[in-house]
């Protein structure tokens, strides 16, 4: 009798000791920066509801439009924003022609990417950048720091599937409005990748916020003012871009949009002009 209560005795205390120091219970991974916040929410997997954001939000993988835009960067040392219109074309995979002129002053850039490599070209001062795509970070040397994988990543979203896949989604509703958290993991380690607002009634998206590894947001997505085609998806007529590393800042007033149309593969090809200097970004 003595051994068996004794065997309790360090059974129990062996218990304690497990609580104690956390091994008797899994533990969850922590996710940078908004570790907390997603850890007391649920992890969602409503795959009709996911049909439904996709079916109410427009997903392109060509377009075309008429747009009027701004440009400001407080890296660029502008006073005021830079204001011009011109024509829009972007195509994946990563294949973007911006062409923007001033009333009076004809061209005062065009920008062509070709999935490889971007040329900024002002004809106005007689140079073009160029520098290889893929990193929006990149965009140190640049005329108001801009590169064409910010305007790509705002305007050329994954499709909702595609976005979500292999990841883990938490979801909210604050007031009227239903956040989405997407959670991608690396071994180990989870981080947030993006973060989505929707409008719950209708579930079009009007905001999507991009982080790195670290937790630190990259980009700040706006949109509003929707019209739509005839499948019904949205697609915004305005949009606000926010790069927050350069602190650069594009809107953007669409028209005349059309969507999943054939560009033609010379529209992203640049022929540098003669007696231009060319400025190589490293």
């Known amino acids: 009798m003595e051994k068996m209560f004794n065997r309790v005795l360090i059974i129990t205390g062996c218990l304690i000791a497990l609580c104690l120091s956390g091994c008797a219970a899994p533990r969850r991974q922590g996710i940078p920066v908004v570790s907390d916040q997603l850890l007391r929410l649920k992890p969602y997997s409503n795959e009709e509801l996911i049909a439904r954001i996709s079916d ?5 993988d060509t377009l075309r439009a008429d747009t009027a835009m701004s440009i400001q960067s407080s890296w660029a040392d502008q006073d005021k924003p830079f204001k011009c219109s011109g024509k829009l074309a972007v195509s994946v995979p990563g294949k973007l022609r911006l062409a923007c ?9 065009d ?3 070709d999935g490889e490599q971007f040329y900024l070209y002002l004809p106005k001062e007689g140079i073009v950048y160029t520098g290889y795509q893929g990193d929006y970070l990149h965009s140190a040397g640049i005329p108001y720091n801009l590169t064409p994988d910010v305007i ?3 305007l050329l979203p994954q499709p909702m599937e595609a976005l979500i896949a292999g990841k883990t989604i938490y979801y909210e509703y604050i007031g009227e409005t239903f956040i989405l958290y997407i959670v991608r993991s690396y071994g180990m380690q989870s981080y947030l990748e993006e973060k989505l ?4 009634l209708t579930m ?3 905001q999507r916020e991009i982080f790195s590894r670290d937790g630190i947001k990259v980009l700040d997505i706006t949109v509003s003012e929707f019209v739509t085609g005839d499948d019904n998806k ?9 790069h927050y590393m350069t602190q650069l ?8 949009v059309s969507m999943n149309i054939d560009l033609n593969d010379a529209l992203f090809t640049f022929t540098k002009p003669e007696h231009v200097k060319e400025v190589r970004v490293q």
């Open 152 to 154: 790509l990543t705002a």
């Open 111 to 113: 920008i062509t990417a």
């Open 197 to 200: 607002t929707l409008d719950a």
């Open 234 to 242: 949205a697609f915004p007529k305005k949009m606000r871009v926010y």
């Open 249 to 256: 800042q594009l809107e953007f007033v669409f028209q005349k």
């Open 56 to 60: 109410a939000n427009a997903v392109a």
């Open 101 to 109: 002129t001033v009333p009076f002053g004809g061209t005062m850039m």
């Open 204 to 206: 079009r998206i009007t």
